[in-house]
């Protein structure tokens, strides 16, 4: 029997798009991971998370395991939102919703605001994951260009006004990823910040702020939209997956009570209680801080070691945007076709992302491919540069 017939006209028009994850290259077991964008094995603390588990159900017994009943599960939106206080996000209880990830929260807000004629603003390129999920909604987008300082806000109003002028539908959406980009690295400068703040009540639209690497600064932390947003538009996006453990899957979205309660609506009690419980004793026990200044200095280190040894082996004709946190470096390398480059470098031993996943026409990120430095040592980072820098 054939089961097309009875999907939704919504599930019709998604699965004519590619399947989700099938973007993700086959990379062989032994090569150096300069493709992963996940944490260092070394830095899941997976022994105070062993310690927290224990604790939690000495604590609370049986609690944590039914649907609900956990008192953690709000003390765990509690110290999201102290955690929010401290870099001057203010919100109450109602205007957190803990997802199952930052993708949850994604997905659930692509549920209430997109038809499948509305317009959603993406950069270019962008998270593919994002991606995927808009696409399950809507196949129209509004494409804005990156540079060296992020979202290109320039180009935004041009597009916007352009729109306008010749009567299309303005985008209700915006998704940007402003800190530490997701695969460029790059930092929306403050005075593009407040530019986009600008068009965003001009053009009326909503920004979807995903900070996923917020924390993960080396020197200083920006100050995130959700800070200057004076009406409500920017729905905050954070996540766990970055710092802690991303197979905890817990993320949140932060904005009007009169968002959350309509996302809440449709995310019921789908909850992982005893993953948040869990993540909620750790908070706890062992402060975050501690944490971070140890990701602050290892991902420094790493990212460190990669863009010395793309100035020592690269040739001159590549070029790359330095970070100031996160995990990636995006690389140009003019007139090469990374995926067939891609294929070169797994069979020696190294492997990285090529550019064209993170577009929307791939085409686009031909010549660019995106470097992870998170998730390998420093010597082996420095050997999988030398080793791409020897085919390109
Ligand atoms: C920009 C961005 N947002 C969200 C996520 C995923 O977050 P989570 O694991 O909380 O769903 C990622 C992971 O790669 C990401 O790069």
Redesign the pocket.
Known sequence: MKMEAFYSNNIKNAIQNDPPGEWMPYIPADCIRLSS?FPAPSLVPVKQLKESVGQLLDEEQDLPLHYLGTPKMDQLKQQIIERLDEREMKFAMEEVLVT?????A?DLIARIFIDEDTVVAVESPT?M??LEIFQNYTNSFMEIPIDEDGLQTEKLEDLLTERQGNGLPLPKVLYT?PTF??PTGTTLTAERRTHLLKLATQFDFLIVE?D??GDLYFDDQPTPLKVFDKDGRVLY?G????VVA?GL???WVAATKEIIETLFWFKKDLDHPFAQAVMSTYLRDYPLKKQLSLLHKSYKEKCDSMIDALAKYMPDSVSWYVPRGGYFVWMKVPGEDTSKLLEQATQKGVSFLPGKYFFLNQQDGKEWLRLSFSYEEPTAIVDGVKKLSEII
Do not use: M, T, V, W
């Open positions: 964008g199952a990830g930052a993708c949850q994604i998270y994951e994002a990823i980009h997701n995903d996923a690497y996006l996540s766990f997956s970055k991303p899957r817990i993320g």
